[in-house]
């Protein structure tokens, strides 16, 4: 079992809709969870981190965590297509010393 | 500076060859992390630095990859006798707490072709 898994997709959204995106991370001792977006030939930028259990917004961005789920997700609504990018979960790993990424969800907006 | 410096962007190197790359961290960063990414999306963890001394190693293949971040140099992540399968974009992040919120900031990597 990877440590961080998500659906690669592509997971192709309409223009102004909500997009979800979903992680299931194995490690019930992390604390730290992020979405880093990815564009292609670039490298990974943070968009949001959580570390309690519940909802936290950032403009159209809202991360939500569920420890005894074990799981993450990442919704972004009013989508654009400048929102297509490929979407990083990450997960900090035992001992804090390295944050573990999983594979990625390419996400692709159509107008 | 306020950007992660990777060099050199690109590093075309002969299977057998060495390869060296290098990485600059923010100034004022404390922590700075390796990671190979290969077919795209493949995040894979190589190691980690507090100051100069090894945060975590244990992502690293020790027989040919070795890492080093000394005072007032740029880190560095070097590879003896590579393979083919060493090809990747290789990612340096360097953060202020770890892997606190603040999360990594990523230079834009070093893409390394083993031909």
């Known amino acids: 079992q990877k440590e961080v898994e998500q659906n690669s997709g592509p997971l192709s959204v309409p223009e102004g809709a909500i997009a979800s995106l979903n992680c299931t991370y194995s490690?019930?001792?992390?604390?730290?969870f992020f979405w880093y977006r990815q564009y292609s030939g670039k490298s990974p930028e943070l968009i949001m981190f959580?570390?309690?259990?519940g909802d936290k917004e950032d403009g159209r961005f809202t991360a939500q965590l569920n420890k005894a789920s074990q799981y993450v997700s990442l919704l972004i609504r009013d989508s654009q297509p400048s929102d297509s990018a490929t979407y990083l979960c990450?997960?900090?790993?035992?001992?804090?010393?390295?944050?573990?990424f999983g594979s990625g969800t390419r996400l692709s907006i159509r107008p | 500076g306020e950007e992660v410096a990777q060099t050199p962007k690109h590093l075309v190197r002969g299977e057998g060859q060495k390869a060296k790359l290098y990485c600059a961290p923010i100034k004022g960063h404390s922590y700075v992390f390796w990671y190979q990414q290969v077919l795209k999306n493949e995040f894979k963890f190589l190691i980690s630095?507090?100051?100069?001394?090894?945060?975590?190693e244990t992502g690293m293949p020790k027989e040919r990859f070795s890492a080093k971040c000394l005072p007032n140099s740029p880190c560095s992540l070097e590879i003896q006798a590579t393979k083919l399968e060493d090809s990747a974009v290789y990612f340096c992040?360097?953060?202020?707490?770890?892997?606190?919120?603040?999360?990594?900031?990523f230079g834009s990597g070093t893409r390394l072709t083993v031909v």
């Open positions: 490690d019930r001792g992390s604390q730290s």
């Open positions: 959580i570390y309690s259990n």
């Open positions: 630095f507090q100051n100069e001394n090894v945060f975590d």
């Open positions: 990450a997960v900090n790993g035992a001992g804090a010393s390295k944050i573990i």
């Open positions: 992040a360097s953060s202020q707490d770890g892997t606190g919120p603040y999360g990594y900031t």
